[in-house]
């Protein structure tokens, strides 16, 4: 408990950390209860003709797009698919990469080897040729897939630092003691190695959510992501493109969301990480 | 520490190590091509009786926590035997080998690494009750609360994290840790060198109350000459892997066989200031683990004036030269 107040004064002393954790917690809600917050639907067309690339109003705050579209309440439904898929794919790819660097730090130095050098090699794979080949080629793919192609392309990292973390910890005098006690493997791994791994998990997997959200928003806007009708940051992005100066808010409205979501995220996890790190002492 | 001296005869000691040998393999070079291994345990024998403390000195690097760490078959060893009452550890299977793991336990040296910073006192001293199943739920808590208490700390220290104690009290927390699941060797890895002198004497004090409470066998290993004088009423001396001298306390200290026994007595300093010895200073480092001289492996810095060709090619064995006192030298 006392670890946890201590934790909160350091995160606490990051400002900015502190106004992105709030933005994220926004950002959540919203896309929670995008119905409820959403000024309209989302795909309704009320009038494309009269009412197409109408600028911010009171009736339409981000204004409509060439569908006439309410570009607010797409950006707010878009908040569920890019969050989403951020938060899926960094919880599958993080556990994952947990789960391997693990095992390669407590197996035998063969068993070690072989997964490392795997990782080596999936490393040098140009992780966004690969999604965009397999999306090429399964048209239509559900956005599950989508997931599930980040989050396997996107683990290796963390079960690098994972591993090595693991490697250190197992000579510490702690766990030597843990063994000499009679500890077997899931006691060491849940007493002992996860509460000293936690924490670089999770700030690994806050910080990757900010890269897959641009990520998906990158696949989404090249057609190959979330499709059309349905709204994703992204391919709002590339609807507006056609109108960036007969109607900018169309394409910015998004691109805004975009950045300034992806930069809380970055900023929450470096807040974490000094929550974290007792050393810290901002 | 005055226990018992040794088991009575007929009875069989409760740790017997025979032979000993622990070597690492590590790859280096540019493409870990190149293999090495160091040789850091090298055929260790000596046997500990209940009740019974050996001491264990040497400089560090000579294989001390190695040795250490494997009599609690915390390293693989690569041949030998460490019996314990009868039984080889490596020889049981699993199940067996946690359940024996009970009898003997260890405290290291660094109290702060010793600890998780993540768990509390409390916590750390109750996982040997939970692992084996010795006490739950209230029972687990009462119990955690008496180990405690037996080693000088405040019941509500079981609350506490690790850093908020000093290195005194840690080292006492570490070492209600290893009594919780009530063994009969504590193997003492420098448990005093990382304090306070001040403090070092109220933990060895502690380590002497609770031998003969409980009816410990120690092995207890230091650098420091002067602490094992004090603990120990047998100890054996290690250099390189081995050990050279092994004998009574008394007679060791008093009149040393082995050249490396006679240099490592003239370093411990004497309170009384009017006391003046001759100092034997060893010249250079001790040899490499990884490629221990041929021979005697102290010949490289051995100032015995005997010294000749035999010491350069043919290694020693420890043999007995007054009861119970044995010395790996061919000019002893």
């Given at each position: 408990?006392?670890?946890?107040?201590?934790?909160?004064?350091?995160?606490?002393?990051?400002?900015?950390?502190?106004?992105?954790?709030?933005?994220?917690?926004?950002?959540?809600?919203?896309?929670?209860?995008?119905?409820?917050?959403?000024?309209?639907?989302?795909?309704?067309?009320?009038?494309?003709?009269?009412?197409?690339?109408?600028?911010?109003?009171?009736?339409?705050?981000?204004?409509?797009?060439?569908?006439?579209?309410?570009?607010?309440?797409?950006?707010?439904?878009?908040?569920?698919?890019?969050?989403?898929v951020?938060?899926?794919a960094?919880?599958l790819a993080?556990?994952v990469g947990?789960?391997?660097?693990?095992?390669?730090?407590?197996?035998?130095?063969?068993?070690?080897?072989?997964?490392?050098?795997s990782v080596d090699v999936a490393l040098a794979l140009p992780r966004v040729f690969l999604i965009l080949l397999v999306l090429a080629l399964w048209e239509?793919a559900?956005?599950w897939v989508v997931v599930l192609l980040i989050a396997l392309t996107g683990w290796f990292q963390?079960s690098?630092?994972?591993?090595?973390?693991?490697?250190?910890?197992?000579?510490?005098?702690?766990?030597?003691?843990?063994?000499?006690?009679?500890?077997?493997?899931?006691?060491?791994?849940?007493?002992?190695?996860?509460?000293?791994?936690?924490?670089?998990?999770?700030?690994?997997?806050?910080?990757d959510?900010?890269n897959i959200?641009l990520l998906e928003?990158g696949l989404s806007y090249l057609g190959l992501g979330?499709?059309?009708?349905?709204?994703?940051?992204?391919?709002?992005?590339?609807?507006?493109?056609?109108?960036?100066?007969?109607?900018?808010?169309?394409?910015?409205?998004?691109?805004?969301?975009?950045?300034?979501?992806?930069?809380?995220?970055?900023?929450?996890?470096?807040?974490?990480?000094?929550?974290?790190?007792?050393?810290?002492?901002? | 520490?005055?226990?018992?001296?040794?088991?009575?005869?007929?009875?069989?000691?409760?740790?017997?190590?025979?032979?000993?040998?622990?070597?690492?393999?590590?790859?280096?070079?540019?493409?870990?091509?190149?293999?090495?291994?160091?040789?850091?345990?090298?055929?260790?024998?000596?046997?500990?009786?209940?009740?019974?403390?050996?001491?264990?000195?040497?400089?560090?690097?000579?294989?001390?926590?190695?040795?250490?760490?494997?009599?609690?078959?915390?390293?693989?060893?690569?041949?030998?035997?460490?019996?314990?009452?009868?039984?080889?550890?490596?020889?049981?299977?699993?199940?067996?080998?946690?359940?024996?793991?009970?009898?003997?336990?260890?405290?290291?040296?660094?109290?702060?690494?010793?600890?998780?910073?993540?768990?509390?006192?409390?916590?750390?001293?109750?996982?040997?009750?939970?692992?084996?199943?010795?006490?739950?739920?209230?029972?687990?808590?009462?119990?955690?609360?008496?180990?405690?208490?037996?080693?000088?700390?405040?019941?509500?220290?079981?609350?506490?994290?690790?850093?908020?104690?000093?290195?005194?009290?840690?080292?006492?927390?570490?070492?209600?840790?290893?009594?919780?699941?009530?063994?009969?060797?504590?193997?003492?890895?420098?448990?005093?060198?990382?304090?306070?002198?001040?403090?070092?004497?109220?933990?060895?004090?502690?380590?002497?109350?609770?031998?003969?409470?409980?009816?410990?066998?120690?092995?207890?290993?230091?650098?420091?000459?002067?602490?094992?004088?004090?603990?120990?009423?047998?100890?054996?001396?290690?250099?390189?892997?081995?050990?050279?001298?092994?004998?009574?306390?008394?007679?060791?200290?008093?009149?040393?066989?082995?050249?490396?026994?006679?240099?490592?007595?003239?370093?411990?300093?004497?309170?009384?200031?009017?006391?003046?010895?001759?100092?034997?200073?060893?010249?250079?480092?001790?040899?490499?683990?990884?490629?221990?001289?041929?021979?005697?492996?102290?010949?490289?810095?051995?100032?015995?004036?005997?010294?000749?060709?035999?010491?350069?090619?043919?290694?020693?064995?420890?043999?007995?030269?007054?009861?119970?006192?044995?010395?790996?030298?061919?000019?002893?």
């Amino acid at each position: 408990m006392r670890a946890l107040r201590r934790g909160w004064l350091r995160f606490r002393a990051h400002r900015a950390a502190v106004a992105a954790g709030l933005l994220v917690a926004v950002l959540a809600i919203a896309a929670a209860f995008a119905p409820l917050v959403a000024p309209a639907d989302p795909l309704a067309q009320p009038d494309p003709v009269a009412l197409q690339n109408q600028p911010p109003s009171a009736a339409h705050l981000l204004g409509t797009d060439r569908f006439s579209r309410d570009v607010l309440s797409r950006i707010v439904y878009g908040a569920r698919v890019s969050l989403g898929v951020g938060a899926a794919a960094a919880l599958l790819a993080v556990t994952v990469g947990a789960l391997v660097g693990l095992a390669a730090g407590l197996a035998s130095p063969a068993v070690d080897q072989l997964l490392m050098r795997s990782v080596d090699v999936a490393l040098a794979l140009p992780r966004v040729f690969l999604i965009l080949l397999v999306l090429a080629l399964w048209e239509n793919a559900p956005p599950w897939v989508v997931v599930l192609l980040i989050a396997l392309t996107g683990w290796f990292q963390t079960s690098r630092v994972v591993r090595a973390l693991v490697l250190r910890l197992r000579e510490s005098e702690f766990v030597q003691a843990a063994r000499a006690l009679g500890s077997g493997r899931p006691g060491l791994v849940r007493r002992h190695l996860l509460p000293h791994l936690a924490p670089t998990i999770i700030v690994s997997a806050t910080l990757d959510v900010g890269n897959i959200i641009l990520l998906e928003s990158g696949l989404s806007y090249l057609g190959l992501g979330i499709r059309p009708p349905a709204p994703s940051w992204g391919n709002m992005i590339q609807d507006g493109k056609d109108q960036l100066f007969s109607a900018p808010w169309v394409a910015a409205a998004p691109g805004l969301a975009l950045l300034v979501t992806v930069v809380a995220f970055n900023l929450f996890g470096d807040g974490l990480q000094a929550a974290f790190d007792p050393r810290d002492r901002r | 520490m005055d226990g018992e001296r040794s088991a009575v005869s007929g009875t069989r000691p409760l740790l017997e190590v025979a032979d000993l040998v622990v070597h690492f393999t590590r790859r280096t070079g540019l493409f870990g091509t190149r293999r090495e291994t160091v040789q850091a345990v090298n055929g260790v024998s000596f046997a500990i009786g209940r009740r019974e403390t050996l001491g264990l000195v040497g400089e560090s690097g000579c294989g001390k926590t190695t040795l250490a760490r494997a009599v609690l078959h915390l390293v693989e060893r690569t041949s030998g035997t460490v019996r314990f009452d009868g039984a080889d550890l490596a020889a049981l299977r699993p199940a067996e080998l946690r359940r024996a793991r009970r009898r003997l336990q260890i405290v290291f040296q660094d109290p702060y690494a010793s600890l998780n910073p993540r768990m509390t006192i409390g916590r750390a001293v109750r996982e040997g009750l939970e692992v084996h199943r010795l006490a739950r739920g209230a029972e687990a808590d009462r119990r955690v609360r008496a180990l405690l208490e037996e080693v000088g700390l405040p019941a509500d220290a079981a609350d506490a994290y690790p850093h908020e104690f000093s290195g005194g009290q840690r080292q006492r927390a570490g070492i209600a840790r290893a009594l919780a699941v009530e063994p009969e060797l504590l193997v003492c890895d420098e448990p005093v060198s990382a304090l306070d002198v001040s403090v070092q004497a109220q933990v060895l004090n502690l380590l002497a109350d609770l031998q003969v409470r409980r009816g410990l066998s120690y092995l207890f290993i230091s650098h420091d000459l002067a602490v094992v004088r004090h603990v120990a009423p047998r100890v054996a001396v290690m250099y390189l892997g081995r050990i050279v001298e092994e004998g009574p306390a008394d007679a060791l200290y008093a009149a040393p066989r082995h050249p490396y026994t006679q240099a490592l007595l003239s370093a411990v300093p004497v309170p009384d200031p009017t006391t003046r010895r001759a100092r034997i200073v060893l010249p250079g480092d001790p040899p490499s683990p990884v490629h221990p001289p041929a021979g005697c492996p102290f010949h490289p810095r051995c100032p015995h004036p005997a010294k000749d060709q035999t010491c350069l090619t043919v290694r020693p064995e420890l043999t007995q030269l007054a009861p119970g006192h044995r010395v790996a030298c061919h000019k002893a």
